[in-house]
Structure formats: structure tokens, C-alpha cells
């Protein structure tokens, strides 16, 4: 007769954690799958209309606050992340004059594809050990609070500008995980938060689109660049700034993202992210027809803003950097 291990979920967190890790994620953690604590933020934010034209947002609204909703018998959740960016990295990197800048999470292989089929990996392997266990993975399209799962599974705490900060990694994190009727035991306890009286992500932002802890979407650059179909206000232009796809503000300024930590106790950042410039030639996108467009982006997380989205954005990229070189030209005049 065979005996089941004394702790069988620990166990079976362990093992998890285990494979995740195995498969190249740099932090892997448990939690159970209870409802969210946080539903009420979530009703007030979308019932403010801060989720903008992102009507899927406010679809769903209990399957986005109890993540069981998605597995029958779903008893636990493992969360991952992916570490797309090193402190080192962190810093301002202004675009060559006609070039536009593009989000670090967006520069590499789309992660959408590559953290979902190493999470399937996962799985799998558990299924062939558990074959009577059910199983769903996610990334960031399913209607699960994902942050807030991270931070229960203690891989870090959700930051004043909404982003899971993890103490060594800071927050260049992408998240993902899967849900599965084992019972795993849930890591021992949430990260405090150390954000403490720092404001610096409330204060760096140039469209005022963070409150503590809250993002009006309607006022951020990568809401306005990324998912924003339609014009986008003359009043934000200036604030976009070199942004072409995306922003990184937030993260480039906030103090745990320093490169204070000698990079050797990092995990090293995996070549799926970073392996494509960080910006794109103005002219050229202005120039895009859908073939053009197609294969610049082919493979990349950026085939989510369409043709005009993209040519939206570069004139408007374009017109900040005219603007800024006719100011400065002015300036020197003067002098």
C-alpha cells in the first residue's frame, strides 16, 4: 500500500514552485484560491470609468474578483513572474531625435506566448504525476486579478503606481500562473509593503494619472499609446513626450529599481525580452503600410496597437521632438 507524504500540499507546493523555476521564471510562489479581498477597489475604479474604453475591463466582474470561477474545484493557484529587465537597466534613455521609444516589457519575444507555453509545461508535468487534477493556465488575458494573486502568493507587494515590486528584483516583472484543483499550501505570508512615504512614481508621472495605489487609465501614456483607438486628447501630447509604445515613468524612477544590488545575485534576464531595439525610426512607421507593419512587429507583444494607432503616435512623438529642437534653437539664438 502505497502512504501519502505526511505534509502531501506542502509537498506539492514545493514541487510546483520547483518547476516553475525549472522552466526559467525568476520567482515562483503560492496562494489558495479564495475570492479577492479586493473587490470593492475594483467596483469603485471601473464605476469612476478610470478603465477608459477598455470594456472588457468591466466585463466579468466576478469572475475578476474569485479566480476559482475559472476551474471547477480549483483549490489553489501558483503565480510566476518573469524578470524582463535588470536594475541595472533603470534610467532614463531619451529616443535619438526621430526615433520613438518603446516600453522595455515590449522589446522582446511576445509574453503572452512564451510565458504561456512554459506554464502549460508546468502543467503538464503535474498531470502526469496527478492525472485526476485539473489545470488552467494564464497570463494576462484571463479575467484574473494577477497582481493581487502575486502578491498572496508573496512573490511582492503592489506598489503606489499599482505594479508588483518584489524587494531584490523591483517591479520590470511580467506575471502569470495556473490554477488547479490540488490542494498546495499557500506561501507562509504577504510581502509588507515598502513604499512607505515615497512618492516618487505619483510625482515623476507627466499626465497625473497615479493616485496612491490607483491608476486613471484615461490619463496614461501606455493606456493612451497601447489600447486607445480613437484620437487621443491635444492636451496629453506634450506630457507623451519620445513615448512611442508604451511608458516606462513610473518604473524608471522609483528606488527599487536602483541598481544598488551588485548584479550577481540577480537571475540573469532572459534573451526572450530586450533582443530588439528600444525605439523605432519615426519616418519609418509614418511609412508603414500593413506588410511593413506586420513584419517589424512579427513575434513582439506591439501588434496589439493597430496601423493608425502606430502612426497616431508617431506624429504625435514627431511633433514633441519638432517642437523641442525649434525651442531649443530659439534659445541658442537668443544667447
Not at 60 to 89: E, F, K
Request: hydrophobic share 40%; net charge neutral.
Amino acid at each position: 500500500m502505497q502512504h501519502e507524504p505526511e505534509n502531501q500540499p506542502r509537498e506539492l507546493a514545493r514541487r510546483a514552485v520547483e518547476l516553475c523555476l525549472g522552466e526559467g521564471f525568476a520567482l515562483a510562489g503560492v496562494c489558495d484560491a479564495s475570492p479577492s479581498g479586493r473587490g470593492d477597489e475594483l467596483r469603485a475604479w471601473l464605476d469612476a470609468g478610470m478603465h477608459g474604453s477598455m470594456a472588457w475591463l468591466a466585463e466579468h466582474r466576478d469572475l475578476r474578483t474569485d479566480p476559482a470561477r475559472l476551474l471547477d474545484g480549483a483549490r489553489s493557484i501558483v503565480m510566476v513572474a518573469d524578470l524582463y529587465a535588470s536594475r541595472a537597466d533603470t534610467g532614463r534613455e531619451p529616443a535619438e531625435p526621430g526615433r520613438g521609444r518603446i516600453a522595455r516589457y515590449a522589446r522582446g519575444d511576445d509574453y503572452h506566448k512564451t510565458m504561456k507555453k512554459r506554464l502549460h509545461r508546468v502543467c503538464d508535468a503535474l498531470r502526469a504525476e496527478h492525472p485526476e487534477a485539473g489545470f488552467r493556465a494564464f497570463v494576462d488575458t484571463a479575467p484574473v486579478p494577477e497582481r493581487e494573486l502575486a502578491a498572496r502568493a508573496g512573490l511582492g507587494w503592489i506598489g503606489k503606481h499599482t505594479l508588483l515590486i518584489h524587494p531584490r528584483l523591483g517591479s520590470w516583472l511580467l506575471l502569470g500562473g495556473f490554477l488547479t484543483t490540488l490542494e498546495l499550501e499557500p506561501a507562509a505570508g504577504a510581502e509588507p509593503d515598502h513604499c512607505g512615504s515615497c512618492t516618487r512614481c505619483i510625482d515623476a508621472c507627466p499626465t497625473g494619472a497615479i493616485t496612491p495605489y490607483r491608476v486613471d487609465a484615461r490619463r496614461c501614456i501606455s493606456y493612451l499609446t497601447i489600447e486607445r483607438r480613437e484620437p487621443i486628447d491635444p492636451v496629453f501630447h506634450s506630457a507623451i513626450g519620445d513615448w512611442l509604445f508604451g511608458c516606462d515613468i513610473c518604473q524608471e524612477v522609483c528606488p527599487h529599481n536602483s541598481a544598488r544590488d551588485p548584479a550577481g545575485i540577480l537571475p540573469a534576464v532572459s534573451g526572450r525580452y530586450g533582443n530588439r531595439p528600444g525605439s523605432f525610426d519615426l519616418l519609418d512607421v509614418l511609412g508603414w503600410d500593413a506588410d511593413a507593419r506586420a513584419a517589424a512587429l512579427r513575434g513582439t507583444a506591439m501588434k496589439r496597437a493597430s496601423l493608425e494607432m502606430w502612426k497616431r503616435n508617431a506624429s504625435i512623438v514627431l511633433g514633441n521632438q519638432t517642437k523641442r529642437s525649434t525651442a531649443t534653437g530659439m534659445e541658442q539664438d537668443a544667447s
